[in-house]
């Protein structure tokens, strides 16, 4: 997640598009991850639970 915002921030710098692009990307694939994780927590528990 830190490169990601490490990326965005050096592309607010330099400007550079095509490293934006691969930081916006990066930084979608980190929140998918966290998401998919928190679910899969979430149904393990569930699971535990019944």
Same mark, same amino acid.
């Given at each position: 997640?830190?490169? $990601? @915002?490490?990326? @965005? &921030? =050096?592309?607010?710098? &330099?400007? /550079?598009?095509?490293?934006? %692009?691969? $930081?916006?990307? @990066? $930084?979608?694939? =980190? =929140? $998918? !991850? =966290?998401? !998919?994780?928190?679910? %899969? /927590?979430?149904?393990?528990?569930?699971?535990?639970?019944?």
């Amino acid at each position: 997640m830190t490169i $990601a @915002l490490l990326m @965005l &921030i =050096v592309t607010g710098i &330099i400007g /550079n598009s095509i490293l934006g %692009g691969l $930081a916006v990307v @990066l $930084a979608m694939a =980190v =929140v $998918a !991850t =966290v998401i !998919t994780a928190r679910i %899969g /927590n979430f149904i393990r528990k569930r699971k535990e639970d019944s």
